[in-house]
């Protein structure tokens, strides 16, 4: 088979049948070519051996009758010889020689095949002979001694003398004897060769079959047929007979006394087919023969009829295979085109009926199957098209109502923002006047119950942000650590309320310089950290960042893990509690508040940040939430610029704090910058180091103290150094959980140089250093001291339009900046702005975006406008928009806004505004 398939292969390769169609066509013509000429073959074959046959059949029947022929002619001449010893003449006692002679006179006379006929005495002499004179002594010749022994005698073929001298004869003598059958003499009688050769002439047929006499020595007898030929073309001389020797394959095969036929070339040296017997009676040969090409030639005409027909046959089944061809291929070719057409969409092509019906069944059904099918699939695209109308319709619909829900989100918040800005300003106001003990607690209570709405609609709000995909992420160049440290900041009010440490660490070599959705990273991180705070009673919340694996395209994983020590999340409740709405504590007694949506929302823009998020946790014990988000670099120098501290470098640095998470932040990080940083867990351990190392003339440079710490707190230690004398010389730096004013005072007493509140920021222990032991200060770098600034340069006034419809925040920003030296000039819609601002000089207007008569939109628009024809410097504007969607963002900033602050807007967020957008002024 596989030989098959090869040889298959190879044609179709050789022949470049690659189109059904030419395959067709040749097999076609192959299936009717391959058994025409095997029967062809066949047939030759069996043709030629039945010729073959037939002519051998024939001539061994010919020579049969031959054979018996000459054995009669033989018997009847001897018969006549013998019938002549009876003659009365011849019987007579005393024969009567003239009567003798009369008779056999007469007998030669009435016919002519007896040459000559004598009568010889018992001694031998001839007593009558018509030819010759008697009395010739021929008692040496054989006849006459097997006569006298009273046999008859037949010679061999003699060539006669005397009177047939040179004609072939052959002897018959029979005895003659008297009464008493005493041999007396004998009747010799030589016979002419005529009648043997007419016997054999018979059997001359066609063109070249001959039948003909060979002695024993392997002359020929007969006369050959072809004697005039071979004496004409030279083959012979001498025509006389016994002359033609024959010493032919037939000859040779007779001789042995054999009958057969053969194949062979003649006498004459043609090819010969012939049959062959030796005449036991004679000691003759008889052949009879004929020529290969005459034999072959009926077998050749046949041939060359069949082969007409043959050729005939082909050319006619070439355009059978054609139309075969043609038959098979013009569906399949449909077909193609039908699937074609398909796969352009065209559904509605199908194969004629009349083209099916015409077809072989195998292809009819895949026609058929085809038509049914290109009808299911047109029903089918129908009814999807239908479905897909409808659905396009569907959608669309709920588009509609996804943008009108949008809408109503948008409004909702602006409806809800706006007054809770004023609830909560207010709050803020209220709470920095003197407020008796109770009024304190209302005011908190009320403040911590609008903060909590405000949350509550922040996460309203991002989750149905996530359910409609509208959240997009940002790619800006930020700093990490201040992100991250920023954050934690605010998040520390709430730990050290509840005190407990919290703590960011940045593993060192980890790239801060990010370009990402510093916004988004916020927003986790305050989630997560802001958890771990809610659900950690005592103990504490480490924020650590780390570098993650390395990507391939060149981008960034870092990785942040939340760790705390608070309540734990039951094993059977991890993997639900990010999905939307799900609290392991859901009761109505719940000690934690929340919507269940924080974490949610997270792990959906964790996601979005290239990232996951997993959770482990022990009840009781605390919980550990780590992601990954992914990044692209910033730029080098930046990152170079973080790095670069040399001022810190090799300073002696000893860290006295209980907490084991903020020794080892402080000590990588100075490590990092190059300091050689000792650590103790306890004030007495402190002291004793500082002792050691001051008895040992090594003394440390600096102490970073823990203000908060069991048995002998900060200040104490502080207190103990100022009164040692031989260590009051170190600088010591203080660390704390609260800012209390209380707390500043006491270090200042206490002589210690420099206050930082944890968790500490890198940028601000790194320039509180250098400030204490005396060095240089960095650019940009935020302390006490910055803050101071800061509020120096706020008191620069700077000249502010405010419009704002609502009359409760006109009285709130009004209120936030009544103990500022800043001008305040208001608009209550956008209309009166432009008109204003086309009248002075504003530093920096702020522009609440939805109001009446002229919205802040067009308000901004036509002030930059203005701007532009005037040729003036561009004015700060800042929106104030109550709807906290991304699109309003960018809605402002096409406008022409600077920047925007989602209501409701905290006081120090205002004054940071002002002090941000209003700096060409400050500077
Ligand atoms: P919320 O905090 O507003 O309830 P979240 O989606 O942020 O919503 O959190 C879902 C729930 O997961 C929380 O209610 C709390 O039961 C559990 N949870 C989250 N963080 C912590 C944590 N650090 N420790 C213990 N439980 C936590």
Sequence with gaps: MQILDRLYNYVNYLLKLNTLKSQLRFWGFMLVLLPCVSLMLVFTYYELQNTKREKIDNLQLMITMQHATIDKWFNER???????????????????????????????QSQDEFFNVGYINKDGITIVNPLAAPGRDVSDRLYYHVAKQGKEYISDVLIGRGAAAGQPVIVFSSPVFDEKGQFKGLIAGSVKLTTIDKIMQQFHFGRTGETYLVNQDGLMITESRFTDQMVKTGVIKDTSRLNLSINTEAFRL???????????????????LGAYRWLNSRNWIIIGEVEQTEILEPFYREIGIMFVCFLTLMAASLPLSMVLANRLETPIRRLIAGADAMRTGDYSYRVEQSLIDGSVSEIRDLCNIFNYMAENISTKTETLNCANQALTEARDTALDASVAKSQFLANMSHEIRTPLNAILGMGDLLWDTSL??????????????????????????DISKVEAGHFSLDKVEFDLTDIVEKTCEILALRAHEKDIELSQYIA???????????????????????????????????????????????????????????????????????????????????????????????????????????????????????????????????RAGQLSIDCIKDQKVLIIDDNATNRLILRETLTAWGA????????????????????????????????CMPEMDGFEVAAHIKAA???????????????????????????????LVKPVKRSELRQSILNVLGRCQLPGASTLHDQQMTDERQQIPVKILLVEDSVDNRLLIESYLKKTSHQLDMAVNGEIAVAKFKLSRYDLVFMDMQMPVMDGYQATKAIRNWEREQGLERTPIVALTAYALQEDTAKTREMGCDAHLTKPIKKSVLLEAIARYAGGKQT
Excluded at 436 to 458: D, H, P
Excluded at 731 to 744: C, E, F, K, P
């Design 676 to 707: 050689q940083v000792d650590e103790v867990s306890s004030g007495q351990a402190g002291l004793a180091q500082l002792e050691l190392a001051s008895a040992n003339d090594t003394p440390y440079s600096l102490v970073l103290l823990d203000g």
């Design 436 to 461: 008796t003990t109770e009024q304190e607690k209302y005011v908190r209570v009320s403040r911590s119950a609008g903060e909590n709405l405000l949350n509550l609609i922040n996460d309203i709000l």
């Design 508 to 638: 060192p070599g980890t790239p801060v310089n990010l370009v990402g959705d510093p916004a988004r990273l916020r927003q986790i991180i305050t989630n997560l950290v802001g958890n771990a705070v809610k659900f950690t009673e005592s103990g504490e919340v480490v924020l650590e960042i780390k570098e993650g694996l390395q990507l391939q395209d060149g981008r960034l994983e870092l990785s942040f893990i939340v760790r705390d020590t608070g309540i734990g999340i039951p094993l059977d409740k991890l993997d639900h509690i990010f999905e939307r709405f799900t609290q392991v504590d859901a009761s109505d007694t719940r000690k934690y508040g929340g919507t269940g949506l924080g974490l949610a929302i997270s792990k959906h823009l964790i996601e979005m940040l290239g990232g996951s998020i997993w959770v482990e946790s022990t009840l009781g014990a605390g919980s550990i939430f780590s992601f990954t988000a992914l990044f692209d670099r910033g730029s080098e120098q930046a």
């Design 78 to 108: 001897s018969s006549v010889i013998r019938d002549m010893t009876n003659w009365p003449v011849i019987k007579a006692q005393e024969p009567d020689i003239a009567a003798i002679n009369d008779r056999i006179q007469q007998f030669l």
């Design 254 to 272: 007779a001789r042995q006394g054999q009958a057969g036929y053969a194949a062979y070339t003649d006498y004459r040296g043609h090819e010969v």
């Design 725 to 755: 004398p031989h260590i009051a010389g170190t600088t010591v730096m203080m660390l704390t959980s609260n800012a209390r004013s209380g707390n500043i005072q006491r270090c200042t007493e206490l002589g210690i140089a420099g206050y």
